[in-house]
């Protein structure tokens, strides 16, 4: 069985549909974060810190988690005016090209989580005490399954299972 396979209902589509609900519950959090800061600083004129930094672990949730979701289904942002009008085996090295970029990033950005969380760890959030591990760890787990996303893609294409994207149509 291959741990890294671009198949609908593969572990790589299960683990990122599963990042996608915890980011549409963590979506529903921050939106009732707003309504209730807004309400606390209008009604009641009482700021709250802990929202606002509740509010920030969401959207960093909700970035990183929805991230390796899109890019397995190719859902996300693409400049392809280049590209489009290349053919062959130049398309192909281009499109290589860019996943290998990706999966470089991914490794990068890990490798930065890793030497940050080294000293932060040891540190918590000001407002409501979260660990920092704990606080940057939807990034580190986005950003982990980006890279096993990328490195599956790299392979595929590699030996030409990926097909084209489809050209994206304007409205």
């Given at each position: 069985m291959q741990l890294l396979?671009?198949?609908?209902?593969?572990?790589?589509?299960?683990?990122?549909?599963?990042?996608?609900?915890?980011?549409?519950?963590?979506?529903?959090?921050?939106?009732?974060?707003?309504?209730?800061?807004?309400?606390?600083?209008?009604?009641?004129?009482?700021?709250?810190?802990?929202a606002n930094e509740l509010a920030r672990f969401t959207g960093i949730a909700l970035v990183y988690l929805t991230t390796p979701y899109l890019l397995l289904r190719e859902r996300h942002i693409a400049v392809d005016v280049f590209s489009s009008m290349l053919k062959g085996r130049s398309r192909l090295v281009l499109r290589l090209l860019t996943e290998l970029a990706t999966l470089t990033f991914a490794a990068l950005t890990l490798f930065g989580a890793q030497q940050f969380l080294m000293r932060a760890a040891k540190f918590s959030t000001p407002a409501m005490g979260m660990p920092n591990f704990i606080f940057y760890l939807p990034m580190v787990v986005g950003t982990a399954l980006l890279f096993a996303v990328a490195l599956a893609r790299v392979v595929a294409l590699a030996r030409g299972r990926l097909p084209d994207p489809e050209p994206a149509h304007l409205p």
């Amino acid at each position: 069985m291959q741990l890294l396979t671009l198949e609908v209902g593969g572990l790589l589509d299960r683990a990122s549909r599963l990042c996608v609900v915890v980011a549409v519950g963590m979506l529903f959090v921050m939106s009732a974060l707003i309504v209730l800061q807004v309400a606390a600083r209008n009604f009641v004129d009482l700021g709250l810190p802990w929202a606002n930094e509740l509010a920030r672990f969401t959207g960093i949730a909700l970035v990183y988690l929805t991230t390796p979701y899109l890019l397995l289904r190719e859902r996300h942002i693409a400049v392809d005016v280049f590209s489009s009008m290349l053919k062959g085996r130049s398309r192909l090295v281009l499109r290589l090209l860019t996943e290998l970029a990706t999966l470089t990033f991914a490794a990068l950005t890990l490798f930065g989580a890793q030497q940050f969380l080294m000293r932060a760890a040891k540190f918590s959030t000001p407002a409501m005490g979260m660990p920092n591990f704990i606080f940057y760890l939807p990034m580190v787990v986005g950003t982990a399954l980006l890279f096993a996303v990328a490195l599956a893609r790299v392979v595929a294409l590699a030996r030409g299972r990926l097909p084209d994207p489809e050209p994206a149509h304007l409205p």
